[in-house]
């Protein structure tokens, strides 16, 4: 069984940053994809960015490209969300997801992955 648990949520002013964390643990294997999904009140989920383990190309949704940025650190199975320049619009529950479906173009689709942490609110006003 995999398990994340994410942090790093908050509440900012427009404009503002935060840094999320997702911390993987759990039988999850060397080679896994994490991803980045956000949920605001009343829409679909939709993913943000995501990352590869083994690294290489990092994947983002139109809306925050140039904005966020993901990272890993592999020796903490710990894996970044910095995001800056927030804007209203980001406002949702963030939450970090597994799995071993890494081709580039399904990272960012919510049936790639097979484990979901709790989630982490961000409200930007």
């Known amino acids: 069984h995999v398990q994340l648990v994410e942090s790093g949520g908050g509440s900012v002013p427009a404009g503002g940053s935060l840094r999320l964390s997702c911390v993987v643990s759990?039988?999850?294997?060397?080679?896994?994809?994490v991803g980045w999904f956000r949920q605001a009140p009343g829409k679909e989920r939709e993913g943000v960015s995501a990352?590869?383990?083994?690294?290489?190309?990092?994947y983002y949704v139109d809306a925050v490209q140039g904005r966020f940025t993901i990272t890993q650190d592999n020796s903490k199975n710990t894996v970044y969300l910095q995001m800056n320049s927030l804007k209203p619009e980001d406002t949702g529950m963030y939450f970090c997801a597994a799995g071993t479906v890494c081709r580039g173009p399904y990272m960012l689709y919510d049936y790639a992955y097979d484990s979901w942490g709790q989630g982490t609110q961000v409200t930007v006003s």
């Open positions: 990352i590869n383990s083994a690294g290489g190309p990092t």
């Open positions: 759990g039988n999850v294997g060397s080679n896994y994809c």
